[in-house]
T-cell receptor, first 117, second 113 residues
Framework: GAGVSQSPSNKVTEKGKDVELRCDPI?????LYWYRQSLGQGLEFLIY????????KSGLPSDRFSAERTGGSVSTLTIQRTQQEDSAVYLC???????????????FGPGTRLTVL | AQSVTQLDSQVPVFEEAPVELRCNYS??????LFWYVQYPNQGLQLLLK??????LVKGINGFEAEFNKSQTSFHLRKPSVHISDTAEYFC???????????FGTGTRLTIIP
């Protein structure tokens, strides 16, 4: 597609349930990022994938959060045993992966709004 | 470590008036700087970026920003705002060698007719 797509656009779940959020990056982009946007914390980095390298997981807030990227394209962010404080908009971004290049801008998807009841 | 400060959480401006949204950053190494805009119920859209070279960068929708290394600032300006500029604006920094974007807390720009 022309841009980064994310699904679902909205997700309501009950506390304690697991959720999976999906991101389809721009075709050909090797770098993929997950961020979280919440009222209390603003925009926070979660995890970064670059090609076949080990992901940078330094922003994941707890071990209930994990992400994978299959075939170097689609990524899934999984939150296990959801808590109310996980309620936020989860944003995915992709970039060409050419670090330092003028074209290496992160392009964001529309986000998934997660509400944990 | 890198950080971004947007001191103004909300900025009301009359239509056709000029606006400046302030951004200051902190980093121990060279940086790339970005401004993103988020319209209501939409994702983040890149307005402009500073990578190197000319310190005055022009972006979409008539916005521009100036990188000031001595003041560690990257303020966003527009000479005449329109109702359609109502949105939240985020300043972000990425240090060279670091792939993560660090965002400021955002400035909500409200245009008064």
């Amino acid at each position: 597609g022309a841009g980064v797509s994310q699904s679902p656009s909205n997700k309501v779940t009950e506390k304690g349930k697991d959720v999976e959020l999906r991101c389809d990056p721009i075709s050909g982009h090797t770098a993929l990022y997950w961020y979280r946007q919440s009222l209390g914390q603003g925009l926070e980095f979660l995890i970064y994938f670059q090609g076949n390298s080990a992901p940078d997981k330094s922003g994941l807030p707890s071990d209930r959060f994990s992400a994978e990227r299959t075939g170097g394209s689609v990524s899934t962010l999984t939150i296990q045993r959801t808590q109310q404080e996980d309620s936020a908009v989860y944003l995915c971004a992709s970039s060409s992966g050419l670090a330092g290049a003028r074209t290496d801008t992160q392009y964001f998807g529309p986000g998934t709004r997660l509400t944990v009841l | 470590a890198q950080s971004v400060t947007q001191l103004d959480s909300q900025v009301p401006v009359f239509e056709e008036a000029p606006v400046e949204l302030r951004c200051n950053y902190s980093s121990s190494v060279s940086v790339y700087l970005f401004w993103y805009v988020q319209y209501p119920n939409q994702g983040l859209q890149l307005l402009l970026k500073y990578l190197s070279g000319s310190t005055l960068v022009k972006g979409i929708n008539g916005f521009e920003a100036e990188f000031n290394k001595s003041q560690t600032s990257f303020h966003l300006r527009k000479p005449s705002v329109h109702i359609s500029d109502t949105a939240e604006y985020f300043c972000a920094v990425r240090s060279r060698g670091n792939e993560k974007l660090t965002f400021g807390t955002g400035t909500r720009l409200t245009i008064i007719p």
